[in-house]
């Protein structure tokens, strides 16, 4: 279980998710602690219903292209939602040690906005793959070439296996 959210992080590391995730919290902290916000519980819930959106539409999406592939199993199905639910577990401790640390939004922001970075080149690259790129700009699919090719060699991976 723990397995699946290593190789989210790993992922992250090498797509540089958390070096965005870092710039993003370091920027709320600085603006946090300049201006002394008082807005930071709306921002806290502003930035989780974003991340809800990605990973919702990136989990839908998903299963759209497994099943249009061939390739849906509903261990995997379940693997993803178990997976989706410690990123928000993840999250949820980062809020907490932000409370203990008063650290402002930091570490919630930080690993949200890594997790929101990470599922929306995931999300993306699935709607290349499900050949939807034709209602989308080019141009994101150019950036998001890596992500795409691993999309497509996991579920022609997946097949295989059948």
Do not use: C
Request: glycine share 8%; no cysteine; aromatic share 16%.
């Amino acid at each position: 279980m723990f397995g699946k959210l290593t190789d989210v992080f790993q992922k992250m590391v090498i797509n540089k998710s958390l070096v965005l995730g870092a710039l993003t919290g370091t920027v709320g902290a600085f603006f946090d602690a300049v201006f002394e916000a008082k807005g930071f519980e709306k921002m806290h819930m502003y930035i989780a219903a974003l991340l809800a959106i990605v990973v919702g539409l990136d989990y839908v999406v998903g299963v759209r292209v497994a099943k249009k592939n061939d390739t849906y199993k509903s261990s995997v199905g379940n693997d993803a939602v178990i997976r989706d639910g410690l990123i928000f577990a993840v999250v949820a401790m980062a809020w907490i040690f932000d409370q203990l640390l008063n650290t402002g939004a930091f570490v919630f922001a930080v690993l949200a906005f890594a997790f929101i970075y990470h599922n929306s080149q995931s999300f993306a690259a699935n709607l290349y793959v499900l050949g939807w790129d034709k209602y989308f700009p080019m141009w994101l699919f150019k950036i998001l070439k890596s992500e795409i090719n691993a999309k497509i060699k996991k579920y022609s991976d997946r097949g295989e296996d059948k």
